[in-house]
């Protein structure tokens, strides 16, 4: 029942202004205080108790990383493009990235920001000041999404524990999260900016929930950072905080999200050299906006039969709904994740349709609070702890299902000769060379030399790495434009079955006429 309530007594200690709440169990909003009784303090054991979670997560993601990698075992190319990216962030060099685009010797590629719009990676560039190795990156990705977990249990704490019960329920929340199925997915694939999405919108619901607007406003900010299209998430965030009556700060977190997400795509990423249509994935329904609205609104059958067909979108929905038992949809916060899977089911890429990739993690923190929101309306606190065990026990589960039990795989372990070879021959050429590679190679030259890809190329390099020069020339000669000069290199190197060949120049004698 919604009462209204003037300086009524939090849970656990002082006082709530006067506004609509859900009543007062462990479910209301409440000032940070009323979790801990009095005076709440910024470290205690249980904080400590999350954190050694958190670090512990940290570890298992870093290492099989770092075991991942030492392998050759990722798909290499977005590793390698945000390895370029981050790396001339710390020379202070625009994000030039080579692997885009090679039009003749010595092209600095094409700049980053024309694909997407991440300027926050550049916090990662005094990584590249201590160790020069892409491995950076994946180092980070495992901090930030272990990271996620201290706003995600003091959200928990808040809602299913009260103020002098114990947060058993959080701890169980918090390692829900960390053993989610999505992160693995991201981790087991290269690194991405989506790093930095859990812990942002995790810590944003959870200020807004604490009623620090402020605090919640930053995090909303730096979320704007991580990608073009957070603007949805932001602005669905002013929709639920609309829905709970906090009517002038949804208006501004709304009108921020779309605000922003427009002033990017139809005017920043323009205005470096990109286009705003970049990224349409929805051909389909049509080559415009317009048109695909106007589309849908002849066709409505369609905003029904595009998310569900091909079946591969129901099963990764049902997929994210089952670790937290459904309870999600027992929550308005759900609404922010709602706008990020309809752009991604409503497109034609089918890599954005399956449990694969990174492109689940931007959802996780979201489907986790969301789901602690439901079961905090449960009235019996040892029902919202039975969930909490509940759940825990699905995701540990479904472990074998996904890639970071590989960590004990003695498989994994094994260093690849094939990546000190990659390493050792690229060291071997000219600083700054063009080298036609393999994506998997990208992410090992150090800086040192260009990675070129073969479908993004319209001259032939003036080097290639390749474990098979005949098959590698043969489909540089075949991607390379019509009337191109056929590509000829011959063998500068070779160790451990690797090869750099070096391009070489066949000058065609014309035979003196019979007469002359």
């Not at 005017?267 to 048109?291: A, C, D, F, H």
């Not at 929550?331 to 922010?336: E, K, T």
């Not at 040192?448 to 993004?456: A, S, W, Y």
């Not at 060949?501 to 000058?507: D, E, I, M, S």
Request: proline fraction near 6%; aromatic fraction near 12%.
């Amino acid at each position: 029942m919604d009462v209204d309530v003037t300086k009524t007594p939090a849970v656990g200690g002082g006082s709530i202004g006067k506004r609509r709440e859900r009543g007062l169990g462990p479910g209301a909003w409440a000032e940070p205080s009323a979790v801990g009784g009095g005076s709440a303090r910024l470290l205690d054991r249980h904080w400590v108790g999350v954190g050694v979670m958190a670090a512990v997560a940290v570890g298992w993601y870093a290492l099989y990383s770092y075991l991942r990698f030492r392998q050759g075992g990722y798909f290499g190319w977005d590793l390698g493009i945000f390895d370029q990216t981050v790396r001339a962030d710390a020379h202070l060099h625009l994000p030039y990235v080579t692997s885009m685009q090679h039009n003749y010797t010595g092209d600095p590629g094409k700049l980053e920001w024309t694909d997407h719009f991440s300027p926050i990676l550049v916090v990662l560039a005094p990584l590249y000041w201590v160790s020069n190795s892409a491995y950076n990156l994946l180092f980070a990705q495992a901090v930030l999404f272990a990271a996620a977990a201290l706003p995600v249990f003091a959200f928990a704490r808040r809602r299913l524990c009260g103020a002098s019960g114990r947060p058993t329920a959080a701890y169980l929340v918090a390692a829900v999260y960390l053993l989610s199925w999505p992160l693995q997915s991201a981790l087991a694939f290269d690194f991405h900016e989506v790093a930095f999405a859990p812990p942002l919108i995790a810590l944003m619901v959870e200020r807004a929930d604490a009623r620090r607007w402020g605090q919640a406003a930053v995090a909303a900010g730096l979320l704007l950072l991580v990608k073009e299209d957070m603007g949805l998430v932001v602005a669905m965030m002013g929709v639920w905080l609309l829905i709970r009556g906090e009517r002038r700060v949804g208006a501004w977190f709304t009108a921020a999200g779309l605000g922003a997400m427009a002033l990017t795509i139809g005017l920043v990423i323009p205005l470096e050299g990109g286009s705003s249509m970049r990224n349409w994935e929805y051909g389909q329904l049509g080559p415009t906006p317009g048109k695909a609205a106007l589309r849908l609104l002849e066709h409505p059958s369609l905003l029904v039969t595009e998310l569900i067909d091909p079946h591969v979108k129901v099963t990764t929905a049902l997929w994210l709904l089952l670790p937290v038992l459904f309870l999600c949809l027992r929550s308005w916060i759900v609404l922010l994740g709602v706008a990020l899977i309809v752009e991604r089911y409503f497109g034609n890429n089918s890599f954005y349709w399956g449990q694969d990739y990174h492109y689940n993690a931007f959802l996780v923190a979201i489907i986790v609070l969301a789901a602690v929101d439901g079961a905090s309306k449960f009235r019996w606190p040892l029902v919202r702890l039975g969930w909490a065990v509940a759940a825990l026990v699905v995701s540990v589960a479904l472990l074998p299902r996904f890639p970071l039990v590989d960590v004990g795989s003695a498989s994994l372990w094994q260093a690849s000769a094939s990546v000190h070879a990659q390493e050792h021959l690229l060291g071997e050429l000219p600083e700054g060379s063009d080298v036609l590679m393999p994506w998997p190679s990208d992410p090992y030259t150090g800086g040192h030399v260009n990675p070129i890809n073969l479908h993004f190329t319209t001259v032939a390099p003036d080097w290639i790495l390749t474990s098979d020069m005949s098959a590698d020339v043969a489909a540089l000669d075949r991607t390379l434009p019509a009337g191109s000069t056929h590509a000829r290199y011959v063998s500068y190197a070779s160790y451990e079955g690797w090869t750099i060949g070096r391009r070489v120049t066949v000058t065609v004698v014309q035979p003196s006429s019979a007469g002359a």
